[in-house]
Nanobody, 122 residues
Framework: QVQLVESGGGLVQTGGSLRLSCAAS????????MGWYRQAPGKQRELVAL???????TYADSVKGRFTISRDNAKNMVYLQMNSLKPEDTAVYYC????????????????WGQGTQVTVSS
């Protein structure tokens, strides 16, 4: 019923930039918070950035000042602008969203994308 699809990952050199996009589609009544997580090999998935429906943002300390999360509510999209990339940013990046669907408006469910690989070479 709901799909999240990420795009924009790839290979970049240290100091470079990438912009990730995530599109939510399906039987969406409303979207609350949207976020980006990442998981490096052998590590747990961790929060990178979060943005509420009102535009308030939260960032992991490791990306503050380098990454910017934004969203387009009309298009049901969330973005992650990543600047000054470091090798330690290498991971699979996942977007998620807390969504109410038309058939079940009273409940909110968390949906995840399939992930997009970001590799930063030194």
């Amino acid at each position: 019923q709901v799909q999240l699809v990420e795009s924009g990952g790839g290979l970049v050199q240290t100091g470079g930039s990438l912009r990730l996009s995530c599109a939510a589609s399906g039987s969406i009544f409303s979207i609350n918070a949207m976020g980006w997580y990442r998981q490096a090999p052998g590590k747990q998935r961790e929060l990178v950035a979060l943005i509420t429906s009102g535009g308030s943002t939260t960032y992991a300390d490791s990306v503050k000042g380098r990454f910017t999360i934004s969203r387009d509510n009309a298009k049901n999209m969330v973005y992650l602008q990543m600047n000054s990339l470091k090798p330690e940013d290498t991971a699979v990046y996942y977007c998620n969203a807390d969504i109410r669907i038309f058939k079940d408006r009273q409940n909110m469910y968390r949906y995840w994308g399939q992930g997009t690989q970001v590799t930063v070479s030194s």
